[in-house]
């Protein structure tokens, strides 16, 4: 089974401080991607990646970047955490086989 | 850029009644539909998938159809159980691999 593994489930920041998400995958899939999921709006697609040190925009871009310098890992960055980037953020690993998702963080900035 | 609409965004049936979501599209591009199912706490998993030369796809008592020329796609519960409360996540792709999801239902079996 492919694993996806988000380093913490539950995180809360304080407003203004700078948060790194991190995503790891097991199996040498080139394409991952970062989503938020918030109640009634669904999963939204913030940024993906098709290979290290390549980088897309998503949908909603804004106020965060990101960073691929391993193939496995993934990282959302925060550059200065607002309280409308409060949320649950997921990561996906994409094969044949469509996405696995990690567990999700729960991002809480107070 | 690809829309997707998902309905209801909320189904409560009986135990042992059937369930059915739409999902529509708008992008004619797109060849690939999955359907996750994520539970309270969990991560989205997927359940099913169709692509665009495939009409119907069945997988015990889940079912996926796919309307290419009308662009909507429905996932179809037969005899739901419990265990199948969730909420339910269509999405759509293609090239590049991106998906782009609807909105979710929140299914409630009712015992």
């Known amino acids: 089974d492919v694993k996806v593994t988000q380093s913490s489930r539950y995180l809360v920041k304080r407003t203004g401080e700078k948060v790194f998400l991190e995503c790891v995958q097991d199996?040498?899939?080139?394409?991952m991607f970062w989503y938020r999921q918030d109640p009634g709006l669904g999963l939204r697609l913030i940024y993906f990646?098709?290979?290290?040190?390549?980088?897309e925009k998503g949908d909603i871009p804004e106020g965060y970047s990101v960073s691929r310098e391993k193939k496995e890992r993934f990282s959302l960055i925060l550059e200065s955490a607002s309280t409308n980037q409060t949320s649950m953020y997921l990561c996906?690993?994409?094969?044949?086989?469509?996405?696995?998702f990690g567990s999700g963080t729960r991002l809480t900035v107070v | 850029g690809e829309n997707v609409e998902q309905h209801p965004s909320t189904l409560s049936v009986q135990e042992g009644d059937s369930a059915v979501i739409k999902c529509t599209y708008s992008d004619s591009a797109s060849n690939y539909f999955p359907w996750y199912k994520q539970e309270l706490g969990k991560r989205p998993q997927l359940i099913i998938d169709?692509?665009?030369?495939?009409g119907e796809k069945k997988d015990q008592r889940i079912a996926v159809t796919l309307n290419k020329t009308a662009k909507h796609f429905s996932l179809h519960i037969t005899e739901t159980q419990p265990e199948d409360s969730a909420v339910y996540f269509c999405a759509s792709g293609g090239t590049g691999n991106q998906f782009y999801f609807g909105t979710g239902t929140s299914l409630t079996v009712i015992p």
């Open positions: 199996m040498d899939h080139e394409n």
């Open positions: 996906a690993s994409y094969s044949n086989y469509g996405y696995t």
């Open positions: 990646s098709y290979d290290v040190k390549m980088k």
């Open positions: 169709i692509r665009s030369n495939v």
